[in-house]
């Protein structure tokens, strides 16, 4: 063999080696597989997006939680109720862009994301705006410490959640 050919065969090797030692040798789920050949205007893949964005609304999730468990208490946490607002606002950042074109149930990944996010972006982002910022008002109104205020603020970011989620979730 000669050197260049030697050469060539090597690094095919070492290439082919490499790729070996970094797959995770599990299949990927027939759903998925067409969608992790897939890469997003953002870089993710669309599994990678729908997981960060379901991270995402699961935090939403445990604010809303600790904020009603607290409201409910006979003496609240104030504390706790203003942290998991602050933590709605600083989730609520950037929540239009959670949903790229091709990271919905067209992507072949389960999603409970409804297409008519994609159909009718401008309505949808109008109610993530709205949430944005209802979730700001509770996020005052818990720095007040005001237990009324915090329930109304409270219910006004619930009925934007809701909204969204009848006309944008599945399952829901």
């Known amino acids: 063999m000669t050197h260049r050919k030697t050469s060539v065969a090597v690094a095919a090797l070492l290439g ?7 797959g995770s040798g599990d299949a990927p789920d027939t759903a998925d597989a067409g969608a992790e050949a897939v890469i997003l205007a953002n870089g993710m893949t669309p599994k990678e997006q729908i997981d960060a964005r379901q991270a995402h609304l699961k935090n939403y999730g445990k604010a809303f939680k600790t904020i009603s468990d607290q409201l409910k208490a006979s003496d609240p946490d104030m504390t706790a109720i203003q942290t998991a607002a602050a933590n709605l606002v600083s989730e609520a950042e950037g929540m239009e862009t959670w949903f790229p074109k091709g990271s919905g149930p067209d992507s072949g990944v389960k999603t409970d994301a409804l297409p008519t996010i994609w159909e009718s972006p401008e309505e949808f982002n109008q109610l993530v705006a709205d949430f944005q910022t209802e979730a700001a008002q509770l996020s005052e109104a818990a720095q007040t410490g005001d237990v009324e205020a915090i329930k109304v603020a409270f219910g006004e970011t619930g009925k934007t959640c809701k909204s969204c989620h009848e006309t944008y979730r599945a399952d829901d």
């Not at 082919?16 to 970094?22: E, I, N, P, Q």
């Open 16 to 22: 082919l080696s490499l790729l070996a030692a970094c």
